[in-house]
């Protein structure tokens, strides 16, 4: 699986769009980009995830640029229960592949 | 729907000592994973499975062991606890070949 590069840390305003870069330079063309959420000490969330088109549902917004070399995620209207670390995955769609692997991704922290 | 159930919550062993973690998921899931993560860091693969009586070795595997010999079910071994192993673990499940993640509440483990 390509390897991914994040920020450690942003802050966001309360109410404002937090966007949340993932550099996967190294992408191959059957890599989708997914993303996760941990809330301090629980387990991690599901975002969403995509593969070249842009993708949105009821949590967050996902953007792929069109070299697919990087993505942004973004939080349209951030709340304080957005705190949290957000990990970017990049990997392949195989019945046979089984690892799922975290890097060490980017603490987002909202303010009021 | 239950989802993903780790038991226990928490446990403090001494050096030397064994146990094992229980995961068990009500979802029919195929894949299965075991992570740890020390305090501040990101997620670490342990082991996997992708179904019953198959288990591949993650990125640190070393001082544990795993099992399927069922479905629902995907234990984590530790035969003689260090206090290396001190961290967080979570067990994690999924159903085909690119679909979600879904993650226990976590097992926090300190050895003594």
């Known amino acids: 699986d390509a390897k991914t590069t994040q920020p450690p840390s942003m802050d966001c305003a309360e109410g404002r769009a937090a966007n949340l870069p993932c550099n996967h330079s190294?992408?191959?063309?059957?890599?989708?980009v997914y993303w996760y959420r941990q809330i301090h000490s629980q387990g991690p969330q599901y975002i969403i995830h995509g593969l070249k088109n842009n993708e949105t549902n009821e949590m967050a917004s996902l953007i792929i640029t069109e070299d697919r070399k990087s993505s942004t995620l973004i939080l349209p209207h951030a709340t304080l229960r957005d705190t949290a670390v957000y990990y970017c995955i990049v990997r392949v769609h195989r019945w046979s592949w089984g690892k799922f692997q975290f890097g060490a991704g980017t603490q987002v922290v909202v303010t009021p | 729907n239950a989802g993903v159930t780790q038991t226990p919550k928490f446990r403090i062993l001494k050096i030397g000592q064994s146990m094992t973690l229980q995961c068990t998921q009500d979802?029919?899931?195929?894949?299965m994973y075991w992570y740890r993560q020390d305090p501040g860091m990101g997620l670490k693969l342990i082991y996997y499975s992708v179904g019953a009586g198959i288990t591949d070795k993650g990125e640190v595997p070393n001082g544990y062991n795993v099992s399927r010999s069922t479905t629902e079910d995907f234990p984590l071994r530790l035969e003689l606890a260090a206090p290396s192993q001190t961290s967080v673990y979570f067990c994690a499940s999924r159903q085909g070949r690119g679909e979600k993640l879904f993650f226990g509440s976590g097992t926090q483990l300190s050895v003594l």
């Open positions: 979802m029919n899931h195929n894949y």
């Open positions: 190294t992408i191959s063309g059957n890599e989708y």
